[in-house]
């Protein structure tokens, strides 16, 4: 149900062409404070074309403008202020919710179109970072925005498996590595192998001539170097793949930057062809001084390839393999050079689709203000994040509630999606500090405070001894505490759109936010359960906030345990 059209509408009558609807729906503003009302027309807005002043404009479309979901119309000074009909609006908002349950809010925006979602996508042998954690999760839950809008994304996981660093891995390795090191913690060893060689070239650069070497050597298809490469990718994504199962994220495509080795040649005689290349110092680049850019690097002059240039035969991949409607990049607000680059250069290869592709960056996870550096050897480690975050959603949980079954399995749930809440609930441009403390509370603006309050409202149902709620018949509701609540519900599938629309998965957590607050607030100040004719309604209200704090968790991709 769209009240603000149907205002919008309302007005419409009366303005005939002035405006035309869609402008007077984005002219509608939401007052602030109750006493205002709940929807505000402007009505300087029609000064001009009505040639009289905006406060007699109000006045007179006061007097004129009718709608059976308006109860009353106040006019104060400039403006109109439209008092919403309350048990109308709550008896059609649960109506919707009920009946559509968690599809309430769904869109078709996206005709089914595809978008493939380049996210997570850490580097063999180095963990996974806070930053690849934050990638993983603003990806996923953009996944499940665009799939509730229409769009089929991929969820792609662009593995950095391929560079220059596999050479000093391999050469590290067999100076100073075994095989039942690399087994025991493969990532742990792979990195002290890592930092190791460095350390060791800063006296020796011999050494970094011998790693440029075995990397031309793998690239070059070399059957030792390609066993080596190869085993330490897969004891990497064993690795990573138990923190995806943990935060219950799947992907469509693991093909990281080495599916594209056999692609580059393509990709030369591509840009070959449309002539953007320049060989400057032996180097082969792409002019972007007309985007205000440094020119790409494509080649280096010892013929390896780059970054870019595997990221240039992904984006012609994707766009051929999936003809999509949007290519998104979830990747560090650090890289957003990269990614102008990138677009540029296909924008020179007249690739006019690269201006459907996206980067979303996002900000820095710090700690007591402070980046957190994974050089040195100094790594937090994410599945230690993980394992403190659980271990403190259970000590709590056995504070509140003893006699809980599977506590265990609730806690992980608590745990994770706390941790999952925390990283989304703020602009994701944001950087934001991270302290286990602060993410698994209980109180405040968490994730375990509207899993608390979702699961509070399922007790309340459970409580009720009612079987299901009939949808079949109305539920007008019109005191002020609920009508706060139904504002939130009907508001939602505009929520939706907009997360959609600014690729923004906070809005959507502060959606669930604001619905617990009000959850509570009315839980706190009326008599839910008690036996009068009120009830039915009353429960109808608990049964739709339930499914819309459900759904919006989901979208989060933080589960929802019905008891906590
Ligand atoms: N592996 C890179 C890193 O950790 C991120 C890759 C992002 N995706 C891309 N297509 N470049 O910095």
Known sequence: MDYKLGVAQALKEQIGDALPIKKIVGLLENPKSAEHGDIAFPAFALAKAFRKAPQQIATELGETVHSPIVEKIEVVGPYLNFFLNKKEVSAAVLKEILEKGPHYGDADIGGNRNVPIDMSSPNIAKPISMGHLRSTVIGNALANILTKVGFNPIKINHLGDWGTQFG????????????????????????????????????????????????????????????????????????????YERLNITFDSFNGEAFYNDKMQEVMELLEEKNVLTVNDGATIVDLEKYNLNPALIKKSDGATLYITR???????????????????????????????????????????????????????????????????????????????????????????????NKEVIADQVGIGAVVFHDLKNDRLNNFDFTIEEVV???????????????????????????????????????????EIIKLLESYPDDVQRAYEKFEPSVIAKHAIHLAQAFNKYYANSKVLADDAQKPARLALVQSVATILKEDLRLLGVQAPDQM
């Not at 650069?205 to 793998?218: C, G, H, M, V």
């Not at 007790?459 to 609920?482: F, H, Q």
């Open 168 to 243: 000093k891995l391999i050469v590290g390795y067999k100076l100073w590595g075994s095989e039942e090191a690399v087994k025991k913690d493969p990532i742990v060893e792979l990195l002290r192998l890592y930092v190791k060689f460095h350390e060791e070239a800063e006296e020796k650069p011999e050494l970094d001539d011998e790693a440029r070497e075995w990397f031309k050597k793998l690239e070059d298809g070399d059957q030792e170097a390609q066993q080596l490469w190869k085993w330490f990718r897969e004891e990497s994504l064993k690795e990573f793949n138990h923190v």
């Open 311 to 405: 990221d240039l035969a992904a984006a012609i991949y994707r766009k051929r393999t999936y003809d999509f409607a949007m290519s998104l990049y979830v990747v560090g607000n650090e890289q957003s050079n990269h990614f102008k680059q990138l677009k540029a250069v296909l924008k020179e290869m007249s690739y006019d689709w690269s201006d459907n592709m996206h980067h979303i960056p996002f900000g820095l996870i710090t700690q007591g203000g402070k980046k957190l550096s994974t050089r040195k050897g100094k790594i937090v480690l994410l599945e230690e994040v993980l394992d403190d975050a659980v271990a403190s959603a259970l000590e709590q949980i056995e504070e509140k509630n003893t006699d809980l079954p």
């Open 441 to 483: 509370r209980f109180e405040g603006e968490t994730g375990p405070y509207v899993q608390y309050t979702r699961a509070r409202a399922m007790s309340i149902l459970r409580k009720s001894g009612i079987a299901g709620i009939d949808t079949t018949v109305d539920y007008p509701l019109d005191d002020a505490y609920s009508w």
